[in-house]
Structure formats: C-alpha cells, structure tokens
C-alpha cells in the first residue's frame, strides 16, 4: 500500500492510503473529538463532532469518512471548528432529556465528556424537553429514548457485527428514532439474540442492562474489539 | 478594598448546592475575611439587599414566586452564577417538563394518593402556583457564569470562587465542568 505524506496542524504525518484522516491523526497523537465513530465498524459520518477544515475548500468534513490524500493541509482546532463542535454537542443536549445526575451512564458517557472536554459550560439554546419512551420489555438490557444521540452505533454493530439486523431508524430529523425489527416492542424482536452488543456499543445511557442503576452502566467495547480483530486479522486477542 | 456581598438563593433545587458549600469548611473562614454574605437560606435576612457583588443561584425557575425574585434580584447583582445543575440545564426538577404542565404532578402527589378530602393546594399569595415548564435559570434572566455539578463538589465551587475574589472571569475547564 502506498504511502501518504500530508500535513495535520502543522504537524507532517504519514498514512497509508484507504487511510481516514481520523485514524491517521489519531496513530500520529492528535486527538479529534468523535462520537458516532466506533472503532471496529464502518464510518458513517453521522455525529459531525469530527469536522476538520482542508486547505482550499470553504467546506467542513468529517474526518471519519475523508480518505487521506498526498499534501493535504488539515486543520482541526481552527475557532470556527471549535464554534461549531459547541454549537453540535449544545444542540445535542437540547434535542433529548440528558439528566446525568440521574443517569445510568453518569461518569460513563461519550457524550458527557465530550460536553467536558469542549468546555460546554451550558446550553445556549432552549432545550426542547420532548416526551419520549423507554423500551423495558426485553429481558436483559433497556432503551432509553431520552438519551439518544442517534450516532447509529447500535445500529451498526448489530447489522455489521452480530449480524442479526435487529437494530434500524425509523423517521426523519428530530422525530427520528431507533427501533427494534419492525417498529415492535425490543422485547418481541424475533431476530434479536440478546448478544448485547448494541449496549456496549452505544455511547451513552441510551442502551443499558437491566439492572444497572445511577451510574453504573460502563461500557465494555474491549469485546467488540476482540470479536472485530478475530474476524478481521484471525487474531485472538488474550 | 471593600468587603465582597456574597449572596446565595434557594429556588427549585434540593438544598444539596447549598451542602456542598457548607463543604468549604475551613475555607469558609478564608472567605468570612473578605466577604460578607448578606443574603440566603443561611442569613436571616428577608428582603434581598441593594447592590449585591455575586449571586449564587441554586435550583431551577419553577413556580411564579421564583421568576419574581429573580428578576428583583438580577436588577440588584453584578454577578449572577447559575449554581449547580439544576440551574444550568433544569436537571431533576425539569424532569417533569415533557409532561406538557404541572398538572400530572400536583395530581400525583395531591390526589392519587389522598384518602381523605383530596385537593391540590391553592392558596393564593402564600403557595405561589407552579410555572407549567420549568427553566433553566438562563431562559429566565440573564446569567454571567455557569458552575455545574450535581452538586458542584466543594473544590469546584472554590476553585470558582478563588478566581472570581481575585477579580478575574472564572473559567472552569476539564472535569470542572462535568455535569451530573
Ligand atoms: S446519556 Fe450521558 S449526557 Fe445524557 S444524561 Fe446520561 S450521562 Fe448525561
Ligand atoms: S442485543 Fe444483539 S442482536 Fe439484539 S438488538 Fe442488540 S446487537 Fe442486535
Ligand atoms: S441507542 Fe445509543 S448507539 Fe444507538 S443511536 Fe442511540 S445513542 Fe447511538
Ligand atoms: S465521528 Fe465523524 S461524523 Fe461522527
């Protein structure tokens, strides 16, 4: 595979080509706020958290879905990215009831320390408070409406990984939801196999064990991780 | 230099805000050499006193007696500080919003449960009704600074409160502004 030399924040880095601007930022220690990514699965481009600036194009781009080119110039901490990642996270919180402090993910959330490390001190916009579901009728885990960021992880995993195709969207912009096979209650899917990897997969307190209360739910992506790796390069990671 | 006046106020929140400050402990003593605090559920003073240096300002806008006070209030402070979760974002005492009014609530605690004689209360100028949406304190005045947390831990709070007595814009970064 050829090699690509561009420059990221004035700093020269090299990737191998097929390589997405946030892998190859992440390999070279540049840290660019994702939240729709997760590593194992395809990139989708959803959460726009991962917006850069090229050099020559008046357009953002994720860098999760930007394939790296030779001489790319890439910018990713200009002050209109960060306006704009504020102004994503604020409207993100605006859009569901977020209620850490009573949160199953408190301590635990992407989303949480992502409002953390962007310096989101409040929300500017009124937040919208809509009425939505939880979804307790499956035996082992819960799906909390109010706490969807709709980054599709879910979604992916159990398509892509599990492949049992459980998981879809339904709707569109802000009535959007995540449903189980046909728009049913999770806990009458006949496709589910309660393998669970929609929960660690999900970011947030969207999708949790029963059981779990304030605070307690953590996210265990080690197994995505290992079952990716096994399929992906036969290894087993011990 | 003049003596700060501190004030703090008490609206829809738990009093935890409140704990949290008493948390200080020692360091309370720091602030008592330059500031007074002049107005509060700690001070027994009723009527909120003319130009007040910072406000800290725990709990959420929830009933119509809170919007008052807090207009009376932004009038007479120079620093207003949204103090705590439920100020910020609305947080626990928000949770009812989706339901549309303060309706379902008053009937669940007022009257699904009552044996005898079942009523809400209505007691005009001394029970102030509910609002039917509960705001963030910044949706119903303007806010100078936010300090989340619920509560914000006695170390935020003075770390806060160090730089605002040293006359600079507080800036919390990092796990210093960690809601929940
Ligand atoms: S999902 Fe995350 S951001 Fe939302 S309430 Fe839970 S902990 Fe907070
Ligand atoms: S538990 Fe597994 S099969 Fe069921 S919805 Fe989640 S990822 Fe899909
Ligand atoms: S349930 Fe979780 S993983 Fe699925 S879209 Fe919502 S936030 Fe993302
Ligand atoms: S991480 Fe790139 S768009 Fe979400």
New binding site residues.
């Given amino acids: 595979m050829a090699a690509k030399v561009f420059t990221i924040d004035g700093q020269e880095i090299s990737a191998t080509e097929g390589q997405s601007v946030l892998e190859a930022a992440h390999e070279a220690g540049i840290r660019i706020p994702t939240l729709c990514h997760l590593e194992g699965v395809m990139d989708v481009g959803a959460c726009r958290l991962c917006l850069v600036e090229i050099a020559g194009s008046n357009k953002l781009v994720p860098a999760c879905t930007t394939q790296v080119a030779d001489g790319m110039v890439v910018a990713t901490t200009s002050e209109r990215l960060q306006r704009y990642r504020r102004l994503l996270l604020e409207l993100l919180f605006a859009e569901r009831n977020h209620v850490c402090a009573v949160c199953v993910s408190n301590g635990h959330c992407e989303l949480q320390s992502l409002a953390m490390h962007l310096g989101m001190d409040h929300v500017s916009f009124p937040y919208t408070f809509p009425k939505l579901e939880v979804d307790l009728t499956?035996r082992?885990?819960g799906m909390d409406h109010n706490r969807c960021v709709l980054c599709g992880r879910?979604v992916r995993?159990?398509w892509y990984?599990?492949g049992?195709?459980?998981?879809n969207f339904s709707g569109r912009g802000a009535s959007s939801r995540i449903i189980?096979d046909l728009n049913q209650p999770?806990g009458e899917?006949r496709?589910?196999?309660?393998?669970?990897?929609?929960?660690h997969?999900c970011p947030t307190g969207a999708?949790f064990e029963k059981g779990t209360t304030v605070g307690e739910m953590q996210k265990d992506r080690g197994k995505l991780e290992y079952i990716v790796t096994a399929r992906e390069k036969k290894q087993w990671i011990v | 230099m003049d003596r700060l006046k501190i004030a703090t106020v008490w609206l829809g929140g738990c009093s935890g805000c409140h704990m949290s400050l008493l948390d200080l402990d020692e360091w309370l003593f720091e602030l008592a050499k330059v500031a007074d605090v002049v107005y509060g559920p700690l001070v027994d003073t009723k009527e909120y006193p003319a130009a007040v240096d910072v406000c800290l300002v725990e709990g959420a806008v929830a009933n119509t007696e809170h919007v008052e006070l807090m207009h009376q209030i932004r009038q007479r402070t120079r620093v207003l500080v949204a103090f705590g979760d439920c100020a910020v974002t609305g947080n626990v005492t928000a949770l009812r919003n989706p339901l549309g009014s303060a309706a379902p609530v008053l009937e669940r605690a007022y009257l699904d449960p009552a044996n005898l004689r079942p009523a809400l209360p209505h007691e005009p100028g001394v029970v102030p009704p509910l609002l039917d949406r509960v705001l963030p304190l910044q949706e119903a005045v303007p806010v100078d600074f936010f300090l989340p947390g619920c509560p914000p831990p006695a170390d935020r709070i003075k770390a806060f409160l160090q730089e605002l007595l040293a006359g600079k814009a507080p800036h919390l970064t990092g796990a210093n502004l960690r809601f929940g």
């Fill in positions: 499956h082992l885990f879910c995993v159990c990984v599990e049992a195709a459980t998981k189980s999770w899917s496709t589910c196999t309660a393998c669970g990897k929609c929960v997969a999708l």
